[in-house]
């Protein structure tokens, strides 16, 4: 069970126990929304949350996008920390996970909701933001993500498997290498929506630009 204590790295171990319960609880809403969007095609590309407390006590938002062939589906688990903040994880079995402090859904509510509670907030991020387009670098421990509404900023907990992100920058305040670097991450967010994908595998490498001499 995920405790407020809990590292990113910790949260992220124990959630990846509990997917098996997860998957086979999805079982039913899934069949469920493919009988759905056989009757009803106007549900498409519309993100829907399920929600889940699962045997061994941890919370689930998963979020699901039906697209004409395909459910994709991203699992947030969520809990508050000990100063009372909500955090979550993005969690992936075959690739990177994602960490998000309060900070990231602290900046967010300041740019897009600043009303309701912070679960309501945590909700709205992740139906918005369920399609995560990611990039590293070489030289450093960087990361950054590209989202929906934005762009978000992190550094590896665990090299290549999980990611602390701390910093949440909406479209208008990105930097010219930013918007560039946003372009392809839009790209690899729309490819996470095909069918013969695995979420979370194309975490691509990037090259810093060169400090001016």
Known sequence: ???????PEQVVREALRDMPALWNKLKDPVTRMQRQLRKDKSQRLVPQLFEYRSPAGNNWLVAMLPTKKVISIAPFVWYRGVDGYYRAARVVEDGVCHHISHH??????ERFNRTGDGLTRLKEFIRENMCFGTEHCLQNDDVRVGVAQGFLIGKWVVPHQVVQLITFVDHGKLFPDQLEQMERLDQQRFESTRPVRIPGYNVKPWDMPRPRV
């Open 1 to 7: 069970m995920i405790v407020q204590t809990h590292t």
């Open 104 to 109: 990231v859904l602290e900046q967010y509510a």
